[in-house]
């Protein structure tokens, strides 16, 4: 029973889930983009080159003489089907080119990381505390920043009060 309870809490975890939706989305997508290359791109590219069918390019390496691809398929006649990997890597290419944008988008959303603190040391018991710090979070001493005169450089001035 708890082998079946394991799984459960497996397959009901957001991660899981989260993963599933995204390749149910992924394979609806490259449907689309599949439907996109082969009836929208294809046809257009094809007519510029001469009223070429792309997957209907192949070599046949039987050494007989087929009008298409689907009659030398049909044959049994060893063929290779280039139009259909032209097809193939125009149809990858549009899917990395999605998801390079996609991954984009999601890298602009992430918040930037905040900057590290600048450190100075305390004066007192000199360790790291941060530059803007009023107070030691180590020693407890006061530190005060005061500008000498004209020149504006800042000198820390310790000021060690007693609790009582």
């Known amino acids: 029973m708890s082998f079946f309870r394991g799984f459960r809490e497996f397959a009901i ?10 390749v149910i989305i992924g394979a609806a997508f490259g449907g689309i983009v599949t439907s996109f290359v082969s009836d929208v791109l294809m046809p257009p590219i ?3 080159l001469g009223k070429v069918n792309f997957s209907n390019l192949y070599i046949n390496l039987s050494g007989e003489h087929y009008s298409s691809l689907a009659e030398a398929q049909e044959a049994g006649a060893a063929t290779v089907n280039y ?6 890597v125009i149809h990858f290419v549009i899917i990395a080119f999605a998801a390079y944008l996609i991954i984009i988008q999601m890298n602009k ?3 930037v990381p ?4 600048k450190q100075k040391s305390c004066p007192y018991c000199f360790s790291d505390i941060p530059s803007r710090a009023l107070r030691c979070p180590n020693c407890t001493s006061i530190i005060e920043e005061r500008r000498k005169n004209a020149s504006k450089r800042k000198e820390a001035v310790v000021r060690i009060s007693s609790r009582k």
């Open 114 to 117: 905040m900057e590290s603190t």
């Open 109 to 111: 959303l992430r918040r």
């Open 46 to 48: 094809g007519l510029l």
């Open 13 to 22: 975890r957001g991660n899981v889930v989260d993963m599933g939706i995204g």
């Open 83 to 88: 139009g259909a990997f032209i097809e193939t």
